[in-house]
Nanobody
């Protein structure tokens, strides 16, 4: 069973930064895609960014230029650097991985942007 464990969420002021990490139990290169999604209570989960096995990145328009996804081979993890955070970025953030027809999710980490 694949496990994805997120860390790094918390409370930050508008304009601040946070870095989320997602540690995978299997090699990150065994997945065709990995990424981050976010969800507000009562709303659908939405894509933040995905990175393909080949390294292509696809960002939501709302985070382009502010968020950066990266892979850390030594830690077998995928990270999300979030800069210039806005109150509307407040959400539960979920790590996602896809392999074949299977999709895996982490348990989520809360990000709250507030003064």
């Amino acid at each position: 069973q694949v496990q994805l464990v997120e860390s790094g969420g918390g409370l930050v002021q508008p304009g601040g930064s946070l870095r989320l990490s997602c540690a995978a139990s299997d090699s990150i290169y065994s997945f065709s895609r990995m990424g981050w999604y976010r969800q507000l209570p009562g709303k659908q989960r939405e894509l933040v960014v995905v990175i393909t096995l080949g390294g292509n990145r696809d960002y939501a328009d709302s985070v382009k230029g502010r968020f950066t996804i990266s892979r850390d081979i030594s830690k077998n993890s995928v990270s999300l650097q979030m800069n210039s955070l806005r109150p509307e970025d407040t959400a539960a953030y979920y790590c996602n991985a896809e392999r074949g027809t299977r999709t895996y999710w982490g348990q989520g980490t809360q990000v709250t942007v507030s003064s």
